[in-house]
């Protein structure tokens, strides 16, 4: 897991790793590392955002956390997914198309099954980011597509 303190450092976190912190009866943690302790508190948690603000020996840190899959998605462009409407929705990586589950004009719902697309041996769904009308269908059954190759226009 990787933690982002401050928007400035990033840390990487071993979970599998024992982790001396000790909760006090004010509700603060004692948390022992390379023989210093330290006062935790947790001043605030936005469990949406993944965002946790820290109080550390009374100095605050905002910790922005990512999990393998956070960094999996920002690794293969689909954080703009997010936060913008797209007008394509584009291959995440090389493979075949095994199924085209929509066609020209369809109407979609956010999360719905658009296409399977086959790569390294697994079926990877392909679903919608938000609300849509398909506008055309840009590949063929059994179409081999490279990474970033269009697939759909909206």
């Given at each position: 897991m990787n933690i982002k303190v401050n928007d400035q450092h990033d840390i990487e976190?071993?979970?599998?790793a024992p982790l001396d912190l000790?909760?006090?009866?004010?509700g603060s943690y004692s948390l022992i590392?390379?023989?210093k302790n330290y006062q935790v508190e947790v001043e605030s948690i936005d469990v949406d955002n993944k965002e946790v603000v820290l109080l550390l020996n009374g100095n605050p840190y905002t910790c922005k956390v990512s999990t393998e899959l956070d960094l999996l998605i920002k690794d293969m462009g689909l954080l703009s997914a997010k936060s913008a409407k797209l007008k394509e929705i584009k291959a995440p990586m090389p493979g075949k198309v095994i199924?085209?589950?929509?066609?020209?004009?369809?109407e979609?719902?956010?999360?719905d099954s658009l296409l399977i697309l086959e790569a390294?041996?697994?079926e990877n769904v392909?679903?919608?980011?938000h609300d849509l009308v398909v506008k055309s269908v840009k590949v063929k059954l059994g179409q081999a597509v490279e990474k970033g190759a269009v697939l759909l226009k909206l």
């Open positions: 976190v071993d979970l599998s000790r909760p006090k009866v004010d590392h390379d023989a199924e085209v589950l929509v066609k020209e004009s369809d979609i719902k956010k999360g390294m041996k697994m392909i679903k919608a980011p």
